[in-house]
C-alpha cells in the first residue's frame, strides 16, 4: 500500500517510519510512504506562504486554496487502483477499527494534514475528501491524526505484524476490547498468573479469554458493551 502525506512538517511523518513495525514494513515493501510539502508548491517563492488572514475577520490564519490543491493534483495516483482521498479535521466521522479496515482494502492513501485555523473551504469543494477525525478533541495539526491512521491501517496488511492472526485479537477487531496478557513469572509480587492460562488445555483458554474480554468491554466501554449486545 502506499501513502502520500500531505503536510507541512514531512519530517514528523517520515520519522514514524524508522522505528519498530513501520520500518519493517517499509523494508519489506509491504507499505511505501511519501509526503507532500505544499510550500513547494506556493505561489510566493520568496517566503512560500501557504496561509492568509480569513475573509470576515477572525483570528487566525487559513491555509489557502492553491498550495493544497496543487500539491494533492501533483501526486500520481492509477486509474487501474483504488485510491481513498482522507482529510484530518475535527469536523470528519470518528476514526474506528471499521474505517481502518475498509481503508485497508485500497492501494492507496492520500492524505492532507492541516494547521493554523483550518483549510479554505474550497479545498474541500475542489478535492472532496473523506474527513475523518481521531477524537473529539483539537490537535496543532494533523500530522499526528495521519500517523493514526497510517499505523492502523498498515497493521491490517499482511505481513506488517509477520502474522496477520495477530491483529484478529486486537482490541475492537470483533467489537470487543482484548483480554488480559501475561507473561513470565508467573507470581510477581503477589500476583498470579491465572491457573487457566497454565494448563494447556487451549479450549478452556479459548473460554477464559473470551469472558475476559467481554467482562472488560462491559466495565470499561459499556457503550461498546452495548453495541456489541445489540449485533450478537
Not at 28 to 33: K, N, P, R, S, V
Not at 81 to 101: C, H, R, V, W, Y
Request: with cysteine.
Amino acid at each position: 500500500m502506499r501513502f502520500d502525506v500531505i503536510t507541512l512538517f514531512p519530517e514528523l511523518i517520515n520519522s514514524h517510519m524508522d522505528f519498530s513495525i513501520m520500518k519493517r514494513a517499509g523494508d519489506e515493501g509491504i507499505i511505501e510512504l511519501h509526503t507532500v510539502n505544499p510550500r513547494d508548491f506556493s505561489e510566493d517563492k520568496k517566503h512560500r506562504r501557504v496561509d492568509d488572514t480569513p475573509y470576515g475577520g477572525g483570528v487566525g490564519m487559513v491555509l489557502a486554496p492553491q498550495p493544497y490543491v496543487d500539491a494533492y493534483e501533483s501526486i500520481e495516483q492509477s486509474d487501474k487502483n483504488p485510491t481513498a482521498t482522507l482529510m484530518m479535521t475535527p469536523q470528519g466521522e470518528p476514526f474506528n477499527d471499521k474505517i481502518s479496515n475498509e481503508l485497508a482494502t485500497y492501494d492507496q492513501i492520500i492524505i492532507l494534514c492541516g494547521h493554523y485555523e483550518g483549510f479554505d473551504e474550497r479545498i474541500r469543494e475542489i478535492i472532496k475528501p473523506r474527513e475523518i477525525s481521531v477524537g473529539d478533541f483539537i490537535l496543532t495539526g494533523g500530522e499526528l491524526p495521519a500517523l493514526c491512521v497510517i499505523d492502523s491501517v498498515a497493521r491490517k496488511l499482511d505481513g506488517t505484524l509477520g502474522k496477520i492472526e495477530s491483529a484478529h485479537d486486537d482490541s475492537f477487531a470483533d467489537g470487543l476490547l482484548e483480554y488480559p496478557q501475561y507473561t513470565k513469572p508467573r507470581e510477581y509480587r503477589g500476583y498470579k498468573v491465572p491457573d487457566v492460562l497454565l494448563n494447556g488445555n487451549h479450549k478452556l483458554i479459548e473460554e477464559y479469554r473470551f469472558e475476559q474480554k467481554k467482562e472488560r468491554t462491559k466495565t470499561k466501554r459499556p457503550d461498546l458493551w452495548q453495541k456489541w449486545l445489540e449485533n450478537n
